[in-house]
């Protein structure tokens, strides 16, 4: 791990995966909806086909073939797929989705995220650089108990990450120069957009994202300028300067 | 005070005035660097001119003849104006105005502000809707301990107040009707334009703002579904439902 030139004055994360476990809380949400229903699909499942349809999903956005939509949106109509694929969509009404669909603000941190958050607050701003709406963001943040000095990311762009422009937008709306910004990510894909953006990187694995077989993301790709195990390392790390 | 039909699930503030003293604050930052420099000029004098430039500032961009651009870079401009208004120019380096213009983010809040701010959290989401910018309002805020849930305001909106796409932008961001959202602000004419844009509207006066000898803003001038004498009283108003 390389000390880099100059400590960051703020630092902004990705979310989902990152900070917290999608994978669990969405299950967590649809597992009690299909209980009440007496579905036996398995709700992890159902959690990793609904997340596989954010990607194409956004890129559609990224590519220009449609304006800004807030990923609050994009998740509803995901749904309406995920519950097509797995033949359950004769089980829930309009307004069973839309509460459904309310999972993604309620995901559980990961263990060492909100004790370690706060105390990152003493070396500079933190802010979320999520894909999220602020509205998402804004109800993640009090579920998960993450204490943002401001909510960025994607809305604020009215793009999609890992478009430059986001990392960009992030660092103007801070007031600060992408350098004396950190991305922190579990994601080596957005370090490598963030880079590019002229960012510092900080990089720690969530190995059981994708669930007990992931094979991705499980080690840094590139010399980020902080690689680490956790926030609990990252905090370690800052305390050197 | 007439009790809403609906609690309101969001509060946006304005900040200038109705949560933080400008005028002191700016006084206090300006008297520091005029000490340095052996100026007698009175700083609260100094502060209120500067203020003076805010609204032709925005009003120009309001108009359309400007497009948008930060409340920082229009308070930097409008400290040369008021530089040579007061003959001080001479005395100013270019470093020295930049630093002098972080005198934005250093406003104390009124007494009743921290602590009844903090209580009004579980009552629903709180926010600014300033138009100050993101960068500001997140200095500010750790500066006058403003735990907002999330930033929004002008910047937002690519607009400044009272043009109504700033409270819809607002609205908007939180992901509720306008209808389920309280502006709260010290001034009149901010909550006209809030109902206007279909918000509720809360008011209590700041009668020293402008100094001793203020004229505007010592009542309200309408049916506000909330007036009252400060923060506390808002927060026992919400005690109701």
């Not at 960025?152 to 801070?174: D, F, S, W």
Request: one cysteine or more; a neutral charge.
């Amino acid at each position: 791990m390389q000390k880099p030139k100059n400590k960051p004055k703020a630092f902004i994360f990705d979310v989902f995966g990152t900070l917290v476990d999608w994978r669990t809380g969405v299950a967590t949400v649809a597992q009690k909806a299909f209980k009440e229903k007496s579905i036996t699909y398995d709700p992890f499942k159902f959690a990793e086909l609904w997340r596989d349809e954010y990607k194409p999903a956004m890129e559609r956005i990224r590519s220009g073939k449609r304006g800004y939509i807030s990923l609050d949106i994009l998740h509803r109509e995901n749904l309406e797929r995920v519950l097509e694929k797995t033949g359950l969509s004769n089980h829930f009404t309009s307004t069973e989705r839309d509460t459904l669909n309310h999972a993604w603000e309620q995901l559980p941190p990961w263990s060492d995220v909100p004790d370690n958050l706060s105390k990152l607050r003493k070396h500079g701003f933190i802010a979320p650089c999520s894909n999220g709406s602020i509205a998402l963001m804004m109800r993640l943040a009090r579920f998960a108990n993450l204490p943002w000095d401001a909510i960025l990311g994607a809305e604020i762009a009215k793009n999609y990450k890992p478009e430059l422009q986001v990392y960009k937008a992030a660092c103007q709306a801070l007031g600060l120069s992408p350098e004396d910004v950190m991305m922190v990510a579990a994601h080596n894909d957005d370090l490598f957009a963030a880079r590019e953006a002229g960012l510092q990187t900080g990089f720690f694995p969530r190995k059981t994202e994708h669930g007990p077989n992931q094979t991705i993301d499980l080690e840094a790709e590139s010399d980020w300028e902080f690689c680490g195990k956790d926030m609990h390392s990252l905090l370690t790390f800052l305390e050197q300067y």
